[in-house]
């Protein structure tokens, strides 16, 4: 009943920008609380950024101050922008989430950052 789908990754030198989206296809999208995740070769998944459903943001100490993670309920769509990439931030970026006790992702979408 949960679909979410990433877009909006790819390649980009060091100090560019994007802008990474996630639809979501679920009858009640604005009442849960969304994120994003990275997992780079060799690495963790990590919390990138999150927002809950009243607004609140929380971001990972390596991308404050760079990334923004915002929400659109009415299109049922979670953005983050990233500024000021750098080629540690090259992962695949995942869009999560949390739903009736259940975290749904998205395929993920690549972005790498290279000169």
């Known amino acids: 009943q949960v679909q979410l789908v990433e877009s909006g990754g790819g390649l980009v030198q060091p100090g560019g920008s994007l802008r990474l989206s996630c639809a979501a296809s679920?009858?009640?999208?604005?009442?849960?609380?969304m994120g994003w995740y990275r997992q780079a070769p060799g690495k963790e998944r990590e919390l990138v950024a999150a927002?809950?459903?009243?607004?609140?943001?929380n971001y990972a100490d390596s991308v404050k101050g760079r990334f923004t993670i915002s929400r659109d309920n009415a299109k049922k769509m979670v953005y983050l922008q990233m500024n000021s990439l750098k080629p540690e931030d090259t992962a695949v970026y995942y869009c999560?989430?949390?739903?009736?006790?259940?975290?749904?992702w998205g395929q993920g979408t690549q972005v790498t950052v290279s000169s």
């Open positions: 927002i809950t459903s009243g607004g609140t943001t």
């Open positions: 679920i009858r009640i999208f604005s009442i849960y609380p």
């Open positions: 999560n989430m949390r739903a009736g006790g259940t975290n749904y």
